[in-house]
């Protein structure tokens, strides 16, 4: 969501890099552009006015002058702005001491309240609670239907005494006889009763702020005093986000924010004034359509992302959850014994990554990763599960062994995974960089891609699947490329081929290639050729990185 303000202020500190002293035109053309980048992002004016005077003020003063390195101490200290902007430190909930702990839902229809609740009642779930969701939005069409749905697929309980508005009219006229106050203060009484440690209250929203939507709020609150009230806020909303949450402030006095639908391409600055305009801290945000598209909300880690600094922590915590640790334990010891790195092994370590879900999502969290943002959007989440189809139809020994994958295997494979050929001489290829990256860290090296991670086939830039550019890397220097006319490079193959066998012609005492696509089987007349010589490898043209597989 935050990309063009991120691109933004990188091109601003860019500049800056390049300046040894800065000096006081530097840094009022510096703040200029920030200003500009956090207008355009629909940052809340007086937010904007109070984060430039501060930054320049702060960049004047001795805290920079005296720095080594003054582009980098005013980026810090954009950096700590930015934090302060979005709330300062993280705030978790505020768990009763007498359980039930009760959790009440506002915002306006349309937020996200109804999946919010499963999301938040599926991640407590996980950290050993037993959660309770409150169907207490009477209103909405099938609303209490919907919250139903989420609970079941989060795995939670519902309490939901009465079926709501069924009539598919969103109209008060026409809306049941439930008071959904009663229906919440039931619901916490049930979980008491049920002895459910967390209860989610789903309340009602409109389309705009009025007065009988913020009585219905205030009445529940007051007749469950809830320990936390979350204002649920669609960071898509725009301007209007900074005066919805001031009304609804006034009106129920909410105790935190969450942000949904975070991972929308809308400029969403408006959302990060919440926190600063209110005086509550944004708590969760949610950043997908999945149950498990969830996460705590950490203002220095979005400081950083927004900066395009990475968030590794995040990043180290899902892979926590999704890594199976076992698994990691015996490929580090497989590495430190020196054992070689299979197919076999890749593709458990890409069923891993697969549970850590979109890659792109995993990408831009990496450092440094804006340059490469074109290229990540372009990325095809599908290139995994097309990598495991190409695996998953090789023989155990040829995932043992990829040597052994002469022309013939390579296109039984491309048949067997629904792909072709050249996809998979190209896992192949980039296999071979990654099988040479795990052989140099179990030496002590590191071999490592962007940010400490390895390379991995398929990604970003890497010239593999529907949306690479499609242009095959270029032939090593002081190599002959094989020619693009078939028969050009039919009789290319063919010399090569005879070279490899002694000069005799194919099939004519000479050797025969069957079984070999490179003309290193058996030979003809029942005799036995000699071991190809390393210069007979040599002009064999094979794709590069797959002569030392052979080798």
């Not at 040479?436 to 086939?457: E, I």
């Amino acid at each position: 969501m935050f990309n063009s303000l991120s691109d933004r202020l990188t091109a601003t500190f860019k500049n800056l890099r390049t300046r040894g002293k800065l000096s006081e035109a530097d840094i009022d053309a510096t703040i200029r552009e920030i200003r500009r980048a956090l207008l355009d992002a629909d940052v809340a004016v007086p937010v904007v006015r109070e984060f430039c005077g501060v930054v320049r003020e702060r960049a004047l003063s001795a805290e920079v002058s005296g720095a080594l390195n003054p582009a980098q101490q005013v980026i810090k200290i954009v950096h700590d702005e930015l934090v302060d902007v979005l709330g300062g430190a993280t705030r978790p909930l505020y768990l009763s001491k007498v359980p039930p702990t009760v959790i009440m839902l506002a915002g306006l229809q349309g937020a996200g309240k109804t999946t919010l609740a499963g999301k938040l009642a599926l991640a407590l779930k996980g950290q050993g609670h037993t959660p309770v969701l409150v169907a207490a939005d009477l209103q909405r069409p099938n609303a209490v239907q919907q919250l139903s749905i989420v609970a079941g697929n989060a795995g939670v309980a519902v309490y939901a005494p009465h079926p709501g508005n069924t009539s598919g009219i969103d109209d008060d006229s026409l809306m049941p006889t439930g008071d959904p106050v009663q229906v919440a203060r039931d619901g916490v009484a049930y979980a008491r009763d049920k002895q459910h440690d967390i209860v989610n209250v789903d309340t009602a929203g409109r389309l705009g702020v009025d007065a009988t939507l913020m009585k219905q709020a205030a009445d529940i609150r007051a007749a469950i005093n809830p320990d936390d009230v979350l204002f649920v806020i669609d960071a898509m909303i725009g301007q209007d986000a900074v005066n919805t949450a001031v009304s609804f402030q006034e009106g129920v006095d909410f105790t935190g924010v969450v942000l949904s639908k975070l991972d929308g391409d809308a400029r969403g600055g408006a959302a990060l004034s919440v926190a600063k305009v209110t005086g509550r801290p944004i708590m969760f945000a949610s950043t997908g359509e999945k149950l498990s598209d969830f996460e705590v909300f950490h203002p220095d880690r979005m400081a950083g992302r927004i900066l395009d600094m990475g968030d590794v922590l995040t990043l180290i915590e899902q892979a926590e959850k999704a890594f199976d640790a076992a698994e990691a334990e015996k490929m580090a010891a497989k590495v430190a014994a020196g054992d070689d790195f299979t197919l076999g092994d890749f593709l458990v370590q890409m069923e891993q990554l697969k549970k850590l879900g979109s890659m792109k999502k995993m990408l831009g969290m990496m450092p440094g990763m804006g340059a490469m943002r074109e290229q990540i959007d372009n990325f095809d989440d599908r290139e995994v599960d097309r990598i495991k189809a190409i695996i998953q139809s090789m023989t155990p020994a040829e995932r043992e062994t990829p040597r052994i994958i002469d022309g013939s295997r390579r296109a039984r494979i491309a048949r067997g995974s629904g792909s072709t050929t050249t996809a998979v001489n190209q896992l192949l290829d980039r296999f071979g960089q990654a099988q040479k990256m795990m052989r140099q860290m179990g030496k002590g090296g590191m071999g490592a891609g962007p940010g400490g991670m390895p390379m991995m086939p398929g990604g970003p830039g890497m010239g593999f699947g529907k949306k690479a550019s499609g242009r095959m890397a270029p032939p090593p220097k002081g190599k002959k490329g094989k020619s693009g006319n078939p028969a050009k490079r039919a009789a290319q193959e063919k010399a090569a081929m005879q070279r490899a066998l002694g000069g005799g012609p194919v099939g004519a005492g000479g050797g025969d290639a069957a079984g070999s696509a490179f003309g290193l089987g058996g030979s003809g007349g029942g005799k036995t050729p000699s071991a190809p010589s390393a210069a007979d490898l040599a002009n064999l043209n094979l794709p590069e990185g797959l002569d030392k597989l052979l080798g």
